[in-house]
């Protein structure tokens, strides 16, 4: 879907970084929406272009979808955006119907919830050797948010139900980073969260997820190359 | 019983809550604000209720709403979900175009992520530069939430949501005590006339409407609610 040719008036563009796990929510979503658009690969780590100063000058962060020029930032607020300005794209709608409010409110406490692995997974990858207390309490939010997810999930195929929704978009960029956490925090998914670790296999099987997200390994060189840049031992 | 214009049943709703959050005024100012009739029970967080811990397992924090027994959590979710399950009653608090929701959505996550974050350090932090720190930021985004205010009226309204009360306004408008609780409190303003004069005439706005004037916490109270707060944390401090 990235790269095909595109009426300028319905234009999409994503600014994105390659490891970005909020950005892969947004592929994931336009992928599963089979919408193309433009793939624009921003250097985070060098100079910003002046397209994302201009695009997102509050925060000069990624993921920014342009659609006919127009910036929506905030990575929630463009899967929300996507359903509601391209009801007749692909697939269910990532929310749950206007029908049902309270299955939507669920919706919306879960994904932003699921920012929590992040959080919780960068503390635990930036502390420094001796920090032995602190890390202790970043594996101990860890591991209670997978469990809180896994508990959510229970036994249904998605956090959507049958849907590939709005949470499990929302969660699933976060499953490359988790074996780095894994050693950085010495837990393991598969013990902590039995089903969310099946629900990731099962997820890995999604072309929009296979071919947006990237390997674990990958995911963890770019941590080592992070922990370097901030002088992290 | 208040019912909604549209004469639909509205259910049974029951609000949790503590009188000073901020967070818990937001979800009363959208049920005024929606002429929603709701029960109150006030919470004790150093003795949390049955009922709290069993509908906020995660959290354990208020407020949650419970409509016919199911709960919402998270004010943000609250306060669209009560957009969402009473859509036929007054003027949403989303607009109805998609990009501007989104733009909406922008400055949600703007207020939560940055004013909200560096000013919640202004009470939980113990050393004093920290704080006045936490307070510099705090001051610097609502710098920033100016231009968004004047982004999302485009000169429509005082309001975020233009001539009508929108999703930001009641997220703002919850924290209008604390806002007002700044200067007494750090000598700082937080919305001042001279400095954010959009979000200082919205202020003024806010407070003209019945709603909040209903469920507007009073700001002495407040004040001194806040200084029994930073004084916990600095016996803490002292204790370590």
Not at chain 1, 16 to 23: E, I, R, T, Y
Not at chain 1, 77 to 83: F, K, S, T
């Amino acid at each position: 879907m990235a790269g095909e040719q595109q009426q300028p008036e319905t234009e999409l563009v994503l600014l994105d970084f390659w490891v970005s796990p909020f950005g892969q929510r947004c592929r994931i979503a336009l992928a599963e929406k089979g919408l193309p658009y433009e793939y624009s690969e921003q250097d985070l780590l060098g100079a910003k272009s002046d397209l994302l100063l201009r695009s997102n000058p509050v925060h000069k962060k990624v993921p920014v979808l342009l659609h006919a020029g127009r910036p929506v930032c905030e990575s929630l607020a463009i899967l929300a955006y996507l359903d509601e300005a391209f009801p007749d794209a692909a697939g269910p709608a990532l929310l749950p119907s206007a029908a049902d409010p309270y299955a939507r409110a669920r919706a919306r406490f879960w994904a932003a919830y699921s920012d929590r692995v992040y959080e919780a997974g960068t503390r635990l990858w930036k502390l420094k050797g001796g920090e032995a207390r602190a890390k202790l309490q970043a594996r101990a939010e860890i591991v209670e948010v997978l469990g809180n997810l896994d508990a959510e999930l229970g036994e249904k195929e998605f956090f959507g139900g049958e849907v590939f929704g709005l949470v499990d978009v929302a969660l699933v960029p976060f499953v490359p980073w988790l074996p780095s956490y894994e050693r950085y925090g010495e837990f393991s998914v598969e013990e902590t969260a039995p089903r969310l670790a099946a629900w990731a296999r099962r997820c890995a099987e999604r072309e929009s997820v296979a071919r947006s997200l990237h390997p674990p390994e990958k995911v963890d060189e770019f941590i080592t190359l992070l922990k370097k840049v901030y002088g992290i031992e | 019983m208040t019912q909604p214009r549209d004469g639909g049943e509205v259910g049974e709703l029951k609000l949790l809550g503590l009188w000073s959050s901020p967070f818990v005024t937001r979800a009363k100012l959208a049920l005024q604000i929606k002429g929603l009739s709701y029960e109150y029970v006030e919470e004790d967080l150093s003795n949390k209720s049955e009922l709290l811990l069993s509908s906020n397992p995660v959290h354990k924090a208020v407020p949650v709403l419970i409509h016919d027994g199911k709960p919402v959590c998270e004010s943000s979710v609250i306060v669209q979900y009560i957009d969402d399950a009473f859509a036929g009653t007054g003027a949403s608090f989303l607009p109805a175009d998609p990009y501007n929701r989104a733009v909406a959505r922008f400055w949600a996550a703007f207020l939560e992520d940055k004013l909200v974050k560096s000013w919640g350090r202004v009470f939980s932090t113990k050393a004093d530069e920290e704080r006045a720190e936490a307070m510099r930021e705090t001051i610097a985004a609502a710098g920033v939430l100016e231009s968004g205010l004047k982004e999302c009226s485009g000169g429509q309204g005082p309001f975020f949501g233009g001539d009508s009360v929108g999703y930001v306004d009641v997220l703002l408008g919850g924290m209008v005590s604390w806002i007002k609780a700044a200067e007494p409190l750090s000598g700082a303003k937080i919305i001042d006339a001279a400095t954010t004069p959009l979000l200082a005439a919205w202020m003024g706005r806010i407070c003209e409407l019945d709603a909040a004037k209903a469920v507007l916490p009073d700001v002495d109270a407040v004040v001194e609610y806040a200084r029994g707060v930073q004084a916990r944390v600095a016996a803490a401090a002292a204790e370590n």
